[in-house]
């Protein structure tokens, strides 16, 4: 009974020209399901398409720029097709310009001069006081006494003094190994000292004998403008603004220069140490 269900449930083979037309609607049938209702078989066909649109488009400007005659004679590739242009006309040959070109003007030569005439042409600065003077007033010493020379002074007003700067100062080995700056705090130092020659050689000064000891009380609207480094000479001009002889107290204005360029400036407050 069972196997006579099963033989019955079997489909009937189809004969003729029936069974020629339901195979070849079965055998398209997955085909036509996977493009239609598969989105990855439609992007995919999509993609083909816009591909089949860029080759044309590829092909409608190669053969516009051919026309005008931008193409070198390389070949060239589009997309697998590789087309070579040797049998085409040359073409004519376009070089980019630039849009300025910088003028270099001709230097002149540079006369050779001996150590002598070298030597007479340098700067000359006047001796007002020598370094064994300035060590007679000021208080430092090596490594810091930062005034080789003072080259103008008017007591009471100002002090005009000159520094070297020479790679063999302490300071170079660290600040920096591979590009030596004075220290702006130096800087700063060799200024206060150019003003202390003026508060301490001041008329009104309770130390009688010109000597002694000050201190920073203050500095303001300190800026640097160029770095200071081993050869330079540092020109530094100290003016006094007040002075307050009974508190031992000083402001003043400071300027230093390098080459005639300013390189640092402030406002000094000094006060000076008196002992009683």
């Known amino acids: 009974m069972w196997a006579r269900e099963v033989e019955s449930a079997q489909p009937r083979p189809l004969t003729g020209s029936e069974g020629h037309h339901r195979q070849r609607s079965d055998s398209l049938r997955p085909a036509l399901y996977w493009r239609v209702f598969n989105p990855a078989e439609r992007a995919i066909a999509g993609t083909r398409k816009s591909l089949q649109t860029q080759q044309q488009l590829k092909r409608t400007v190669l053969s516009s720029i051919m026309g005008l005659g931008f ?14 242009l040797s049998t085409c006309p040359r073409p004519r040959v376009y070089t980019a310009r630039p849009r300025w070109t910088a003028a270099v003007e001709a230097q002149p030569e540079t006369e050779t001069k001996s150590a002598s005439e070298m030597s007479e042409s340098a700067t000359k600065w006047p001796e007002v006081l020598s370094v ?8 430092h010493r090596y490594p810091f006494l930062l005034i080789d020379r003072v080259v103008a002074y008017e007591p009471g007003k100002r002090a005009v003094a000159i520094k070297n700067v020479s790679i063999n100062e302490p300071h170079f080995t660290g600040h920096f190994p591979d590009r030596p700056i004075m220290p702006g705090v130096l800087q ?5 000292q150019t003003g202390g020659i003026v508060m301490l050689q001041h008329e009104e000064n309770p130390i009688k004998d010109g000597k002694g000891d000050f201190f920073f009380g203050g500095v303001d609207r300190v800026k640097w403008r160029k770095p200071v480094v081993p050869g330079d000479t540092l020109v530094m001009e100290m003016t006094l603004d007040s002075f307050k002889p009974r508190f031992g107290i000083a402001k003043m204005t400071g300027k230093a220069y390098v080459d005639g360029k300013l390189v640092v400036e402030g406002s000094f407050t000094l006060v000076m140490v008196v002992n009683k």
């Not at 064994?132 to 208080?139: A, G, T």
């Not at 700063?188 to 206060?192: D, G, S, T």
């Open 71 to 84: 193409i070198s004679q390389a070949p060239l590739v589009i997309g697998s097709r590789k087309q070579n």
């Open 188 to 192: 700063v130092e060799a200024l206060a």
């Open 132 to 139: 064994e003077q300035v060590m007679k007033i000021l208080p």
